[in-house]
């Protein structure tokens, strides 16, 4: 695959953007995802489990490329998910559907359980109704998430002025930090509001050349507005390159603006990672056509 697409616009002071394409790496277990679980599958597999658990939402990326890699490396799967009332609404769910369909077995739990899944009662509690199982934390973040992501950057990808990152636990970027050039800046667009995530991502990384920016959420994990789904359409329109409206459009949303306001050095140039997560547009696209919205409308619904 050609992994770094330039985007095709002439910006202010010379500034050139270029896409490196994760969302092509695999059709199911894509982006980020595969990065992640390269190295917990290799741990699951040396430590002879025959079953991976997880957490996630309603329209989790990381629900179902663990589905899918159950079937690829040969582990069955289970799945707890947040939000009891899902739990009649799977068929007309894309996402939890497909992680039906690759065999993963669902367990929903209220809300206020979810908070508790970190706890030794919770996970105790789940051995003994499933068995012995490697566990993956919600969204994949683990030390060898990390070291996966610490791949992400390769070849040319050293000679960027900046990279920039969606974020959504911390693993990502955390493993992109770790690889990439002290004189190259890594700058991290958070999906959720707050700023908790700092603390989180220094637990993983060796140097400090980042920075988060926050100012691109859209009101907080999941929710979008008809500017971002009108500026997510009409780049795709220009480029071809889908994004998705949890992560990458957020972020680069937020790129064309800072390069609008003047963030970036005179010819500067960007590396923006495509994490993936185009899984999400249909579930999106639903919620959107039921609030008689403007829709994604790249993308086969």
Not at 44 to 65: M, P, R, W
Not at 186 to 212: C, H, S, Y
Request: aromatic letters at 12%; a neutral charge.
């Amino acid at each position: 695959m050609k992994e770094n697409a330039t985007i095709d616009k002439v910006f202010n002071k010379g500034i050139t953007a270029f896409v490196k394409r994760e969302y092509l790496n695999h059709i199911y277990i894509s982006g980020n995802k595969l990065r992640k679980l390269k190295y917990n599958v290799l741990q699951a597999k040396n430590q002879e489990y025959t079953s991976l658990l997880t957490f996630g939402g309603a329209f989790s990326n990381h629900i179902a490329a663990t589905a899918a890699a159950g079937v690829e490396y040969g582990f069955t799967t289970i799945g707890v998910i947040r939000g009891e009332e899902l739990e009649s609404q799977i068929d007309n769910n894309p996402t939890l559907k497909f992680a039906v369909d690759n065999g993963m077995e669902l367990k929903f739990v209220s809300r206020s359980s979810y908070r508790d899944k970190t706890s030794d009662s919770f996970i105790e509690a789940l051995k003994k109704e499933y068995g012995n199982f490697y566990l993956l934390p919600e969204g994949g973040t683990n030390e060898l998430a990390v070291k996966g992501c610490e791949e992400i950057l390769q070849g040319d990808d050293f000679n960027f002025d900046y990279v920039c990152c969606a974020v959504g636990t911390g693993g990502t970027i955390s493993g992109i930090i770790n690889s990439s050039k002290l004189n190259q800046k890594v700058l991290g667009f958070p999906a959720l509001k707050g700023d908790f995530l700092n603390e989180d991502i220094r637990k993983f990384v060796r140097q400090d050349n980042w920075e988060l920016i926050t100012d691109y959420h859209f009101g907080g994990y999941g929710k979008v507005s008809e500017e971002l789904i009108n500026f997510m359409n009409s780049f795709y329109k220009d480029t071809k390159i889908p994004l998705d409206p949890v992560y990458t459009g957020k972020m680069v949303y937020g790129i064309y603006d800072m390069i609008e306001k003047g963030y970036f050095k005179e010819h500067s140039r960007i590396l923006i990672i495509h994490t993936g997560g185009l899984q999400g547009i249909k579930g999106m696209n639903q919620k959107l056509q039921k609030q008689n919205r403007t829709i994604i409308n790249y993308y086969d619904i």
